[in-house]
Each structure stands twice: as C-alpha cells, then as structure tokens.
C-alpha cells in the first residue's frame, strides 16, 4: 500500500531496458531456447515413459527433473517473451505473486530432487546389491512427494512473507519477471524480520540439499576408489557424471544469486545469472543427461529408427 492510501494492484517489468534491435534479438534467442527446452524435456518424459529399459529409480527422478524443467522455464519464459515482443511490461498484483509462488516452488522442488537423485546414486554404487530393496517404487514415490512437500512448506511461507510487504516507493520492477531482491527494493515499510525468515529457508533447503549431495558422493567416491580396474572406476563414475554436471550448473547460480543476495552486487549481474538458471539450464539438463547415458541414447535410437521404418510403410 503506498504512502497516500493507494493499494499497488499492478507491477511494471523493466526487462533488459535494451534498444529495440537488441530486444528483439533477445525475443527471438528466447523463444528458441524454450522451444528447444521444451521439446527436449518433453521428449525426455515420453522416452522414460515408452521404453521398459528405463523403468528404473534413477529414470523415475529423471522423468521428474524434466517436468519440473517444463514448469520452471514455463513460470518466466512466456512473461518475458511478452515483455520483449509486444512491450506490455505490466504484470498484476495477483498474477507477480503467482509467478513467484510457481518460481520458488519449481526451485526449491529442484533442489530437493537433485539431493534424491544424489542418494539415488549413492546406494546404486556403494550398496548395488541391496538396491532393488531399498529404491523400491513406494520409497521413490515417498521421496519425490517428499521433495515437493517442503518445497510447497518452502514457496508459501516465502510468498507470504514477499507479498505481506507494503509497496509504495515505486510500482517498477528492475527485472524481467517477479523476483525477490528487485521487489524487496520497492518496499516502504522495514523489511528485515520477513528477509530473516526468507533468507533462513533458502539457506536450509540449499544447504540441506548440498550437505546430502556431498555427503553421498563423499561415500561414492570412497566406493570408486576401492575398485581396482580404471575401466570398473571409469564405468561406475560414468552412471554419476550428468547428476554432478546437472548439480554443478543448478547449485553454482542459485548460490550466487541468494546467498549473495545482499553484498552489494547490481541487479544487472542479478538478470545475467537470473537468465542462465531460468532459462538456459532447463534447457541443457536433458542434452547432458542424454549427450552422456548409454541407455538414454540407446532408446533416443530406437524411437528414431522405429519412425524411419513407419515412414518406409
């Protein structure tokens, strides 16, 4: 509520703030990326999905990451997509505090699964003989409902705490979509015991994610290093390889972005990482995950030479 009353029923977007040539470059890099993103994601779903040989946990989480990619990049593609090609920046009320809720929910899921997919692997290398026992389709199910309760528990207290604040310095959001830090700037009223409790839950879901994936792969590690041959450590290493790029990439930009949040950084370099997590990341996670899986490739190659022969008859 502004300082004369007036209730903020409206934000506007200010983007990239680029000249109309480059903006409409971005529009059109944009659209490509998410186009790519959700064919390669939506590919990814339907492949597990068909194929017996990928009825496993391991798929099971897979399955899952690509729909959250599908939903992540869907919360921010198409608003921006309309901010940079028809100049219509004004986003409500209800429709911000939607985008943010959605936003937090797909990443702090994100950050859950990841962590699910990190055990995942930790008992399929250091305990492959009890692993049909301990991963079986109750206990993935258990975990991945899991990972979307407290990352539910997560987007309502955040948003909450986000939208309770009063707005009156300014209706403009230095950013190309609904985002803490650019929202926290706009606010009038003293902000910092709801930053505390938005700050804290970020810190506990991704610490709590990073300590599981580390812990886990600190025993994987311990298992590859007690097998003698270098193609049993390399064979055992490559069933791992495309979690940890995936962890790297995910991990590495939310950590810089809101455990930074408040070192002085400008929302510009806010918006160039903002972009990378948002829209070229859940872009890439099925390209590495099936760029480097023999499996994935294989059932890639049988879908594609079963349509080569359909077309022949």
Known sequence: MA???TMVTEFILLGFQLPTGLQMGLFFGFLVLYVITMVGNLGMIIL???DSRLQTPMYFFLRHLSFLDVCYSSVIVPQS???LGTDKTAITYERCATQFFFFTLCASTECFLLAVMAYDRYVAVCNPLLYATAMTPQTCLGLVAAA????????VIRTGC????SFCKSNHVDFFFCDLPPLLKLACSDTTSRERVIYLLAFLVITTSISVILISYFFIIQAILKIHTAGGKAKTFSTCASH???V?????TLIF???KANMGKSLGEDKIVSVFYTVVIPMLNPMIYSLRNKEVKEALKKVLNGMKFSQVD
Do not use: H, K, P, W
Request: charge should be negative; hydrophobic fraction near 55%.
């Open 3 to 5: 300082d004369n009353g």
């Open 48 to 50: 597990i999905q068909r």
């Open 81 to 83: 997509l309309e901010t």
């Open 148 to 155: 979307y309760a407290g990352a539910m528990v997560n987007a």
């Open 162 to 165: 986000t939208f309770s604040i």
């Open 244 to 246: 940890m790029t995936a």
């Open 248 to 252: 790297a990439l995910f991990f590495g």
């Open 257 to 259: 972005i809101y455990l």
